[in-house]
């Protein structure tokens, strides 16, 4: 902001929140990322602490939209570009489960002292000032990275495989 406010720079600010998608990096370390990972593997789904942590997640697609707005527009931001619908961890690890084995394990273990309770973006000035708002849910995009996901891992296309853009 600086650089805009003082040399005049033309700039755009996104905080961009939680979002997953297909040719993300398996092993990242991100939860969506995980839990896709583990339960393609048969491995159980880790949750940290109780599981009642919120995030929100977004899809690629829901973010790029977002972006080219921000970057055609005229607005300088901060914009955040996330999906403020909440899921508990566990929720999450209940719809992965649904997605892909609905008798994968959940395996608690002891949570990190850093962990927020809650992630939820507030849109409304992203809604306001540049009408984006995200589109694609939590269980239709999900299956188009886990099919991704399973390819990579696997070398195959099982059931769910298609690389077409997720819609709501």
Not at 122 to 137: H, M, Q, T
Request: hydrophobic residues 35%; charged residues 30%.
């Amino acid at each position: 902001m600086d650089y805009h406010r003082g040399a005049g720079v033309e700039v755009r600010i996104a905080r961009i929140f939680n979002t997953y998608g297909p040719r993300m990096c398996i092993d990242d370390g991100r939860v969506v990322s995980n839990f896709v990972a583990q339960a393609l593997r048969k491995e159980p789904l880790t949750l940290y602490g109780d599981g009642k942590q919120t995030r929100s997640f977004q899809y690629v697609s829901d973010l790029v939209e977002g972006l080219m707005r921000l970057m055609e527009g005229e607005h300088v931001g901060p914009f955040n570009l996330g999906n403020p619908g909440e899921f508990t961890m566990l929720e999450l690890a209940e719809v992965v489960q649904e997605t892909i084995d609905p008798n994968a394990k959940i395996e608690f273990r002891p949570n990190t002292e850093d962990d927020p309770h809650k992630r939820k973006p507030d849109i409304s000035r992203a809604k306001e000032l540049l009408g984006w708002e995200p589109k694609v849910s939590l269980r239709k995009g999900l299956p188009l990275m886990v099919s991704d996901f399973r390819q990579r891992i696997f070398g195959d296309h099982k059931e769910g495989s298609s690389n077409n853009e997720a819609s709501s």
